[in-house]
């Protein structure tokens, strides 16, 4: 017998009466607020093409390394997910049955949240998934997507989101961008807003893999020698000002440390030998990744992008996995960071020009109070990114508020992003963090610690004017 699927209207808020009534007040001010979503990984060609999702397995299972991840960690192989080598002979319906039957997996986590959340609200399945119902829901799923409402762009305008922004290679040569800004042109065209971000990593880590190619393909994109260092700098400042053309307002750079250096001129060209002679010791890689956030740093001064650093994942931890099916399958672990002696050259050269905005992230929870919070709170330029990633739970945006907030304030942080490659998944992941922060402001409101109408303009901030201003959108 099917089991029902409840998503009470209650969930996520405080357990204390009067506390969860003031919450009930605040959420009301912004459960329909526009969606800004300024950092993500959603495929541009959905929008671009806006063709038809294939099935459930195509579009819930395998972009989630949170599902699959946890599914691989059960002993479930990755091919047999439609995942990888071998995954393109996987039955897309055997795959969702896997899912089902191991759905319990999930229990308490936040996947199950925002998973149940996408079946009630955007498929109107209302029994549990279960193996037993994994037929009826790989059939729901699939007559749905049929249906003109369900392609990309009409559920795009159906989650109310106002700029959704995906993330991109300056190797990239932003071919999907181009038709939707094409598209958004035309009279009468579709107005969705899906800008990209400069994401340098391929082409500022030395230990990347292919980077000695990348470096010769970026010099063939710009026309610039970037075997030599102010060739190499030329073509950084080249593309950021298409990607800006482009309608980028950020850079994004995932270091395996939150490491900055401020070398002489000369230091960093007889650093940069080395590296693009293939010749940099890991120790050297390490420098150079940090001399290029500074680097960075100095031409988002310049062409006015928002800078995001998001540091302290051991990537690709899974060598043998890493090797088979590449990267982005879910072995990427948390490190312990250190911000402050970290990030001092940066800050020492641009931490003090309000015209700059820099983005910080954290993967280590204990770096909130002690370091980001205090940073955060001073330098001008900085700003707190959100908990993020293994930290987007109730638990983890929690703890981020509790630790923050009294240092940095409210308006030293960005207020959500939820940082995805799960399209369906983003009206859920911004519902958990709006229910979250409307909890914290209600309890601060019940303690008297703020009044409601305060809080009330906060939650607003939080949810839609905060990551508006900060991303420049």
């Known amino acids: 017998m099917a089991l029902p699927l409840r998503l009470s209207t209650d969930r996520l808020f405080p357990a204390d009466g009067h506390t969860r009534e003031i919450a009930r007040v605040l959420y009301r001010e912004v459960c329909k607020l526009p969606i800004i979503s300024p950092h993500g990984h959603t495929d541009p060609a959905w929008f671009a093409s806006d063709a038809p999702f294939g099935n459930a397995s195509e579009l819930l299972l395998q972009p989630d390394h949170y599902l699959f991840r946890m599914l691989y960690s059960q002993g479930i192989a990755l091919s047999d997910l439609g995942i990888g080598p071998g995954g393109g002979h996987t039955d897309p319906r055997e795959a969702w049955r896997i899912l089902a039957s191991n759905y319990h997996l999930f229990r308490g986590t936040p996947s199950r949240m925002w998973l149940d959340w996408v079946f009630a609200e955007v498929f109107s399945i209302h029994v549990r998934l279960t193996e037993e119902t994994s037929d009826l829901y790989y059939d729901t799923i699939a007559e749905a997507l049929a249906w003109p409402e369900f392609k990309p762009r009409a559920l795009f305008d159906r989650f109310n989101i106002e700029v959704l922004t995906t993330t991109e290679s300056p190797l990239d040569t932003l071919e999907h961008h181009q038709v939707i800004r094409t598209e958004n042109a035309k009279d009468g065209g579709w107005p969705g807003r899906v800008l990209t971000a400069y994401r340098p990593d391929p082409v500022i880590d030395p230990e990347f893999e292919g980077f000695q190619a990348n470096l010769d393909r970026l010099s063939e994109l710009t026309g610039e020698d970037c075997r030599t260092w102010q060739g190499y700098l030329a073509a950084h400042r080249q593309r950021r000002a298409f990607f800006a053309s482009m309608g980028a307002t950020s850079t994004d750079h995932g270091h395996p440390t939150a490491a900055t250096a401020d070398l002489p001129p000369a230091e960093a060209e007889a650093l940069f030998a080395d590296v ?179 809080a009330a303009e906060v939650a607003v901030d939080l949810a839609y004017n905060l990551p508006k201003k900060a991303y420049r959108l």
């Not at 402050?340 to 931490?351: H, I, K, Q, T």
Request: glycine fraction near 8%; hydrophobic fraction near 40%.
């Open 276 to 454: 693009a002679t293939g010749r940099a010791t890991p120790a050297q890689a390490e420098l150079f990744r940090a001399q290029m956030l500074t680097e960075m740093a100095g031409m988002s001064l310049d062409d006015g992008l928002v800078m995001q650093i998001h540091p302290g994942s051991f990537r690709n931890h899974n060598a043998p996995l890493f090797e088979k099916f590449g990267r982005d399958k879910g072995a990427d672990i948390p490190v312990a960071t250190e911000y402050v002696r970290a990030l001092r050259p940066l800050l020492s050269r641009y931490g003090n020009e309000a015209g700059l905005t820099i983005i910080l992230f954290t993967l280590d929870e204990t770096a909130y109070s002690r370091e980001l919070a205090p940073l955060a709170g001073h330098y001008p330029a900085l700003r707190l990114g959100p908990a993020w990633w293994f930290h987007d739970s109730p638990e983890g945006m929690r703890r981020f508020r509790e630790q923050v907030t009294e240092t940095a304030g409210f308006y030293n942080t960005v207020g959500f992003n939820d940082d995805t490659r799960a399209f369906l998944s983003i009206p859920a992941r911004h519902d958990v963090a709006r229910r979250i922060d409307c909890g914290f402001l209600a309890r601060l409101v019940a303690e008297h610690r703020m009044d409601e109408d305060e």
